[in-house]
Nanobody, 119 residues
Framework: QVQLVESGGGLVQAGGSLRLSCAAS????????MGWYRQAPGKQRDLVAGVTSGGSTNYADSVKGRFTISRDNAKNTVYLQMNSLKPEDTAVYYC?????????????WGQGTQVTVSP
């Protein structure tokens, strides 16, 4: 099994910054894509940013230029640096990791961390 543990959420004023971390542990053969998703109350869970094992990144349009995703493969950790935060960024943020090789690949999710941005 693989466990993902997120940290770094909290309450911040609009315009502020937060850095989220997500560390993977357990039976890890290979971590492929990693990503951050968020879910606001009453809304679906959406992709915020993703990063491949090779370091290629993609972002939701709403966070481009403000958020930066990165990963440390030696630590099995993915980060999300969030700058210029807006109240509409308020949500529970989840990390996801695709782990395994060839046909034995599986997605794992963290427990989520709350990010609240006050006006």
């Amino acid at each position: 099994q693989v466990q993902l543990v997120e940290s770094g959420g909290g309450l911040v004023q609009a315009g502020g910054s937060l850095r989220l971390s997500c560390a993977a542990s357990g039976s890890i053969s290979r971590i492929n894509d990693m990503g951050w998703y968020r879910q606001a109350p009453g809304k679906q869970r959406d992709l915020v940013a993703g990063v491949t094992s090779g370091g290629s990144t993609n972002y939701a349009d709403s966070v481009k230029g403000r958020f930066t995703i990165s990963r440390d493969n030696a630590k099995n950790t993915v980060y999300l640096q969030m700058n210029s935060l807006k109240p509409e960024d308020t949500a529970v943020y989840y990390c996801k990791a695709n782990v395994g090789i060839l046909l034995y690949r599986k997605d794992y999710w963290g427990q989520g961390t709350q990010v609240t941005v006050s006006p």
